[in-house]
């Protein structure tokens, strides 16, 4: 049990508050008390503003360790001005005792020899003041550390204090507004109150947090130490993997940790809404807390905890670095600053425009191939990366990259999580989509962009107006975007209580919130948050698909057509698999009337699983073996093996059993 000040004690006991028995397990801010006897309105308010005395003099007393360390910092820096000067004494005596020794020289071998041992000595002597000066520095970096942490534990004491007056303050007009007995603990069973709780709660939370940035920080810094052991041939204690489980297993704690206090917290601040004892949306709670609680209504199947970034780690030429996987990126990315990192030379021939969400372009600067090796894998890739004047500091992967080397499905364990401290929403849309997600919006058939780079869920205000959903324009429902080229603006409005459905799948149903953008690029924008939530790259893979640039039709729901209704005919599915207006060419009809030359009568069901999981291999095994090619051949290889494979593919979907024909004719019909 937290015991209370000696003077805290005296002044809430004459406010009316008697300390609780022994047997009490939990506390508040200030101890653990009940109200006895309500004391007169101006006795009260007299011992009410002693307390408040009392706080302000421990902030003082807070303020005044604070520039007691500052003037500890003070001396600190004048005794590294005295080490400087002491060494540039050094430094010219040294000089001078060259000009004696080269005036020497020529009188007396012996004498010079003399003077040449002295002068090494002195160097020496230099070189040992020079890194006492360089220590200087390090201890005066681990001074401010200090300061710093010192300023946060001094923040952290004045919001204690703040919440405690908060948590009194309302106690006080709650009991002065009432008429009848003021309701307290529940003396039969020690229970403290749901508002003491609700801030307790909320001080794990930041204490939770906190934890999980020092374990970054001391992670990256961890890493750095790491490759200065190799370089210098030291032998590390842990080995990469090790290092790295160990890191992931601390990390997975404090996360669920996390999400335990945040689904506390939102559910106690729900409770203190219903009964009045806490208003979600006033000043003290924005003054003390990042975020107001959540609403009872969770707009999406999200946590509203901590915002988490996917992670690749992985070496570029030799270097490890920290990679972004963005889906809703069409090729791979990286910065100049990168490019010159990795010792590469950028080819300022290959430039291109890349269009970013709102419409806005980018002139890149060329491009670059470079060896990439993901962490504990042998292979090495070339692959190739637009550099952009203005990319995010890592490189970022594409949606065309992760696809092939099967990133977000079959080798998710290539991917971690590390949080973003940012109140900003980004969204890094960058070129043509390569792949799209297959499903239905409140019933209608869409092509949506999963895009692991976007903080939030998008709707373009063409798409809004085309099938007459109602926004909402309130301020509170409105958000300003960042996007990859440094420009930003803000969304018009809401639509509230979208279902979404994956694919043709009738069993889950996802409700969402999306914000609607004027000038977006795509007509609807999943967020990574909630591609995570849902599973999407592995309960929903098949729902996904890969599009070359020229395949993204003008009208997208022709496309989700194709794939929803399988009766269509088949002439139908090769024009729009091929995003021809004119129809396929006649080489791409008789290559597909030589694959249902054989007859497109049904198989049975064992026939053609067989027939399917030989072509999804074969698929597997052609990209496989393009991933290996250069890059400057791989594009045109692929191309073909896709051309070839889609043909084959709807010439088994032609043979399809009579009962998987009858099920999603039932199932497009519904």
């Known amino acids: 049990m937290v015991s209370m000040d000696s003077n805290v ?36 308010s007299r011992l009410f503003s002693d307390l408040k005395l009392l706080h302000t003099e421990e902030v003082s007393r807070l303020h005044h360790e604070c520039e007691h360390e500052a003037r500890t910092l003070d001396i600190g820096r004048s005794e590294l001005v005295k080490a400087s000067e002491a060494n540039n004494e050094w430094l010219s005596g040294t000089e001078a005792m060259l000009s004696l020794t080269n005036q020497a020289d020529s009188q007396r071998e012996t004498q010079w020899e003399t003077d040449r041992m002295s002068l090494e000595t002195l160097l020496d002597d230099a070189q040992a003041a020079q890194e006492q000066v360089a220590h200087s520095f390090k201890k005066l970096d681990a001074i401010k550390q200090k300061m710093e942490a010192a300023r946060q534990r001094q923040i952290a004491s004045i919001e204690r204090v703040g919440l405690g007056t908060h948590s009194l303050a309302h106690s006080i007009e709650s009991a002065a507004a009432s008429t009848g007995a003021i309701p307290s603990h529940d003396s039969s069973t020690g229970t403290p109150s749901l508002l003491e709780e609700y ?64 689904g506390d917290v939102d559910a106690l601040c729900r409770d203190l809404t219903k009964t009045g004892q806490l208003d979600p949306h006033s000043r003290l709670s924005y003054r003390f807390w990042e975020t107001a609680p959540t609403p009872a209504r969770s707009p999406t199947p999200v946590s509203h905890g901590p915002k988490f970034d996917p992670d690749i780690v992985c070496q570029i030429n030799g270097v490890r670095t920290s990679c972004f996987p963005d889906t809703g990126a069409g090729a791979n990315y990286m910065s100049p600053a990168c490019a010159k990192k990795y010792g590469v030379e950028i080819d300022k021939t290959r430039t291109s425009y890349v269009k970013v969400a709102n419409g806005g372009k980018i002139k890149s600067v060329g491009s670059v191939v470079v060896q990439l090796g993901f962490m504990n894998e042998a292979t090495l890739h070339p692959v190739e990366f637009v550099v952009l004047p203005k990319c995010r500091q890592k490189p970022i992967f594409g949606s065309p990259f992760l696809s092939l080397t099967k990133t977000l499905t079959r080798y ?9 401290n940012a109140i900003s929403c980004r969204v890094q849309y960058l070129g043509a989509p390569r792949q799209l997600v297959y499903g239905t919006l409140d019933g209608n058939a869409v092509l949506a962009l999963p895009d692991t780079g976007s903080d939030v869920m998008l709707l373009s205000s063409a798409y809004v107006a ?8 309130a301020a509170s429902h409105q958000r300003m975007l960042d996007y990859a080229d440094g420009s930003s603006s803000r969304t018009s409005g809401m639509v509230h209580g979208l279902q979404w459905r994956y694919g043709d799948s009738l069993d889950e149903i996802y409700s969402a919130d999306f914000y609607v953008l004027d000038d977006l690029q795509c007509d609807v924008l999943l967020s990574y948050d ?3 939530a849902t599973q999407a790259y592995t309960a929903h893979e098949n729902a996904f698909l890969d599009v070359d640039e020229a395949d993204v039709l003008d009208d997208c729901d022709s496309l989700c057509t194709v794939v929803l209704r399988p009766e269509i005919s088949t002439k139908l599915k090769l024009r729009n698999l091929f995003s021809k207006s004119k129809g396929p060419t006649n080489e791409e009809l008789q290559a597909l009337d030589a694959s249902t030359s054989t007859g497109s009568r049904p198989l049975n069901d064992q026939t053609w699983s067989e027939r399917r999981r030989r072509l999804l291999q074969r698929k597997e095994d052609n990209e496989s073996a393009a991933l290996r090619l250069p890059p400057s051949d791989r594009q045109a290889t692929l191309a073909r093996f896709k051309k070839q494979w889609e043909i084959d593919w709807i010439a088994l979907m032609c043979q399809q ?14």
């Open 412 to 420: 998710r364990h290539r991917i971690t999580r590390i949080l973003r």
């Open 199 to 262: 801030y307790d709660r909320k001080g794990d939370v930041g204490v939770i947090r906190e934890s999980l940035l020092e374990l970054e920080r001391d992670y990256h810094g961890g890493l750095s130490g790491r490759d200065l052991s190799k370089y210098k041939g030291e032998i590390l204690l842990l080995s990469d993997h090790e290092y790295e489980s160990a890191y992931r297993s601390k990390r997975d704690k404090l996360e669920q940790a996390l999400l335990q206090a945040e």
């Open 657 to 670: 059993p009579l009962e998987m024909q009858q099920a999603d004719g039932a199932g497009t019909s519904s």
């Open 9 to 44: 004690s005296q002044y809430m006991a004459q406010l009316g508050f008697l300390p609780v028995g022994e047997n009490h397990t939990n506390s508040g801010p200030h101890g653990d008390f009940k109200i006895d006897v309500e004391p007169p309105r101006a006795e009260r």
């Open 466 to 473: 085309r099938h007459g959903l109602t926004v909402d324009p």
């Open 530 to 532: 909630f591609l995570e």
